[in-house]
């Protein structure tokens, strides 16, 4: 029978460790304060290192806690990170999204920066500052970079905050071996989504939507050892899940892969979910990278990048893009199916139905369909917001479903 109105918004039968507030996916106060507590405090990755393969290479960064950032390799080849903010008058320093500058010099006044974010030129500094002034004064403000995990580069806002290792402990350790060469991103896609950054890591975060994938329920679903696999929890919110050998000959269209990884089994998929909103998912023979970037409660850009060895011959790199390109390119399947589900999940929420709860219920002895993965993350999250999931604005007068 269908719910009534009353019905609907009825606490459901769980634990409250089982559900949240829908409204922590729109709410704009919990979105600015998501940005202070969690993504401000949190280890973030900008880029990878093949991104800035020359000396003076840059990209600049969208911080998820609001704050734009360069990412540069100085002339002698360490990568650092500054605000994209002119100490003057706070305009921005670069613009294109990639480049190369020997120096990075504000388009307003011309105040001139080095790659080490030493101030090197003030226009005309003696006429008007005089020695009250000078190019000491003037320097970037530095955050705190770490290069690790796969090559990847790291960023934290917080200069109290602890150690990417620390940060990280022990969950990554399913991919300790495989991370351990060095890579190469051959891929990268932006998509930005209508939808709330906490919703896209949900997905990735539980597999039970893997029905709405015909690929993986033909690939994985459907082959022994998919129900086994076991969910993972770790300090600061991060999770793993176990691996599997996917058969992707199962699937119409498809073949084996020729090309693996090493320390990888042959078919191996391990995945890796990084609090707040970062994804490591290696599958076979290819890496790929997700990155969930805020920018409002209903407004996400998703970053993915493919990887693969730096060390692959040309047959080999071409034989890992078009197994990315099959499942997660331009003309994949998988992430389009995954960009139509987060979308959809957001535009019910955003347009104001009377839908109270969100809930993360299933439980299965923590294997692959248990919504553990979602919970370890919401425990985390309300640790962190000092606010329970189920209840973020404290106002809630729960009541059992009749």
Known sequence: MAKTAKEWIKTPPFPTSHFVDSRIYTDETLFKEEQEKIFNKSWIIACHESELPGAYDYRTFSHPGGAPLIIVKGEDLKIRTFYNICPHRGNTLLYDPVGNAKRITCIFHAWMFDTKGNCVEIS????????RYTCENASLREVRTEIGYGGFVWVNVDDNACTLKEYIGDSMSMLEEQLSMPLEVFHYHKAIVDTNYKLWHDTNSEFYHDYMHYFNRA???????????????????????????????????????????????????????????????????VLRMDTAIPLGPNKLIIEFRGLGLKSDTPEQRAERIRDHNFIWGPFGRNLHEDLLGVYGQGKAMREGTDSKWVIHGREENSTIHDEVGMRHFYAEWSKKMNRPAFNPLGDNKLTQAA
Do not use: C
């Not at 005309?124 to 020695?131: A, E, H, L, M, T």
């Not at 994804?279 to 076979?284: A, G, Q, V, W, Y």
């Open 124 to 131: 005309r500094s003696k006429q008007g500052y005089q020695d």
């Open 219 to 285: 690939t994985g679903m459907m082959q022994p050892g998919y129900f086994d696999r076991k969910y993972t929890g770790y300090p600061n919110g991060h999770a793993s899940v176990g691996s599997m050998e996917i058969k992707y000959d199962a699937y119409q269209g498809s073949k084996a892969r020729s090309v693996g990884w090493p320390g990888l089994a042959p078919g191996g998929w391990v995945l890796i979910d990084i609090f707040p909103g970062m994804t490591f998912n290696l599958r076979t023979s």
